[in-house]
């Protein structure tokens, strides 16, 4: 089942790559002010974000699953899952999108250590 909701979100991106247009002011601004961005598109391209995004964080949780089961290393994982959820965090948080509980509690453990890397490294 799990799997199957995975395929059907990668066909809506699949669809959405070929028929979105999020070029322009609203794409600059989304990643960083969700609510900015999402106030300067109309509302095709308001779902159509939330589908984007929506295919986004079912794949990381995928990812995470197959991590949490040992058929995806370590480097893979902190390389480029990490980096992505980081990334996308707080847009997902912004969205509302539903997530089970251990991925949640990851992005959340994702989010204070990026939080606590940034305090770390921040010039006195």
Known sequence: ???????QAQDQFLFLINE???AGPANDVLQTDPA????????LEH????????????RMDNLFFQHQNGFLDED????????ICR?????WKHLEIPVRRSFRAELAQIEAEH??????????
């Not at 089942?1 to 395929?7: D, I, S």
């Not at 779902?47 to 079912?58: G, V």
């Open 1 to 7: 089942v799990y799997q199957t909701r995975t395929g």
């Open 20 to 22: 979105a247009d999020l």
């Open 36 to 43: 900015g961005g999402l106030a300067l598109t109309n509302d």
């Open 47 to 58: 779902q159509r974000y939330i589908l984007f995004q929506t295919n986004i964080l079912n």
């Open 76 to 83: 893979y994982y902190g390389d480029v899952v990490e980096l």
């Open 87 to 91: 990334n996308n965090a707080s847009v």
């Open 115 to 124: 939080i606590e890397n940034d305090a770390c490294s921040a010039p006195i």
